[in-house]
C-alpha cells in the first residue's frame, strides 16, 4: 500500500509497505544508495473517501534522540 510518510528534514517521501507499522515502532528507510531517513512512528492517519474509492495512509514520524 503506497504511504506519505512526513516529519522529515527532507520533506515528505512516498513508500510501498505491506505492513503498517505502530506507534511508537521505529522506521528506517533506505531511499537511495547511500541516502536513509529514521525515526520514530509519531501517528498514523487514514483518509478514505469512500465515493472517490480512495484511501491515503500518512505517518508521522519524529526524530530518534
Do not use: C, W
Not at 515528505?12 to 537511495?32: D, F, K, Q, S
Amino acid at each position: 500500500m503506497q504511504v506519505h510518510i512526513d516529519g522529515l528534514e527532507q520533506g515528505t517521501i512516498e513508500v510501498n509497505l505491506e505492513i503498517l507499522p505502530r506507534e511508537g515502532e521505529y522506521l528506517r528507510i533506505m531511499y537511495g544508495a547511500d541516502a536513509e531517513v529514521h525515526g520514530e512512528v509519531a501517528s498514523i492517519n487514514h483518509y478514505i473517501n469512500q465515493h472517490a474509492n480512495e484511501h491515503k495512509i500518512f505517518i508521522t514520524l519524529k526524530p530518534i534522540n
